[in-house]
């Protein structure tokens, strides 16, 4: 009988401890393994390699995304650099155009130096997508909602053209979490998380997964994993272990505080734009009800200059100002000068991604202070 999403995410890849049946998984906070013989071990040999709190992490995320493996790393950042080690000079990479400022800047900066050549595209046209796919094309890239423009991908025909073309579709679901989105069930071949975000939830560590439903991928990803060393502690992982049984219930209040705040911003006479998919006027709206279960708690609004948006994130008392996402805690962002500065000003106004736009990761706190931190901001402009 197949469980639900909250049995899964508290008992996927942690059962009772062997030894003594603590419920918790163990922190195996060590870097070496003790073996019986020469070649002989209990599956474990270095902690580069192999740790047992790392592999019940992996597997409950895996179980979660509704994939075969999870391969787990030391950031967001470190897995999709992981990814990229799968591909050689000369391949093309699409990627969606709008996306967040750092990984933008790690195929620009560094792969592209190293060969490999890029695309950049509308995605939400998946017409512009196959009239980009080429025969040297082996990946193609999105977020969905993408970052900061909350744009929505249609990940099943993206999933698509990218089968017909045999290209690797990864799809970073960062901003959703398998909770709303799970873009394997959808055609995808690999799901990326920042996991300082969401699925970490409480703003205390860094680490980075991706989950795929192919062994064959998943073993290519492992061996990268362990020659390039990218991995996380053991107490990252633990920490992910113990965040990930709340994940369902602080995904629900992240989802109905961030439901309440777009609308109240949608209505507000000094906002000029709201951009949430869970508002009817989204451009994507159904598209975002067909293919995930809610709408998230990450929100951009626009508020026409660069002084407004200034005077409004500094107003804020509950909402902190602070790069990251997906806490507990709300946090507002100036995109322009904080996580997309590293992509060139013409290319962000082209995007929309002005100097007055704000983005508000909604965390989980009471929302009625939440409103009420954002209407007395709003009154100092």
């Not at 071990?41 to 592999?55: D, I, M, S, V, W």
């Amino acid at each position: 009988m197949k469980q639900g999403f909250a049995t899964r995410a508290i008992h996927a890849g942690q059962d009772p401890e062997g030894l003594t049946g603590a419920v918790t998984v163990p922190l195996f906070q060590t870097s070496t393994y003790a073996q019986t013989a020469v070649g002989q071990h209990k599956g474990f040999e270095y902690a580069r390699t192999h740790n047992p709190t790392r592999l019940a992490w992996e597997n409950n995320i895996a179980a979660l995304e509704g994939g075969a493996q999870g391969v787990a790393f030391s950031s967001g950042m470190a897995t999709l650099d992981s990814i990229m080690k799968l591909f050689a000079r000369g391949d093309h990479i699409v990627a969606s155009e709008d996306m967040y400022g750092g990984t933008f800047r790690l195929f620009d900066k560094v792969y592209r130096r190293f060969g490999l050549e890029f695309s950049y595209i509308d995605m939400t046209d998946p017409t512009r997508l196959a009239d980009a796919l080429q025969s040297s094309t082996k990946m193609v890239f999105t977020e969905s909602p993408t970052n900061p423009m909350m744009s929505v991908i249609d990940i099943e025909a993206v999933a698509g053209l990218c089968k017909a073309h045999n290209a690797l579709l990864v799809v970073d679901n960062t901003f959703m979490t398998p909770y709303l989105q799970r873009p394997l069930e959808l055609g995808a071949d690999i799901v990326m998380h920042s996991v300082t975000k969401y699925l970490g939830g409480h703003s205390d560590l860094v680490g980075g997964v991706a989950v795929t439903g192919s062994d064959e991928l998943a073993e290519e990803l492992k061996f990268v994993q362990n020659a390039a060393g990218a991995v996380p502690g053991p107490l990252d992982c633990w920490l992910c272990l113990r965040s990930s049984k709340t994940l369902a219930l602080r995904m629900r209040q992240h989802d109905e505080n961030a439901r309440a705040v777009a609308e109240m911003c949608n209505e507000h006479p000094k906002i000029e734009k709201t951009l949430y998919p869970g508002l009817p006027s989204h451009p994507q709206h159904e598209l975002a009800r067909r293919q995930s279960s809610g709408f998230g708690g990450m929100i951009s609004i626009e508020l026409g200059s660069e002084e407004r948006a200034h005077t409004f994130a500094e107003r804020l008392k509950i909402f902190l100002l602070a790069e990251s996402l997906g806490g507990v805690e709300s946090l507002v962002n100036h995109p322009a000068s904080m996580t997309h500065g590293s992509v060139p000003p013409e290319t962000r106004r082209r995007l929309g991604i002005s100097d007055g736009l704000i983005r508000l990761s909604v965390g989980i706190e009471d929302k009625a202070d939440l409103l009420r931190d954002i209407e007395q901001a709003l009154d100092a402009i």
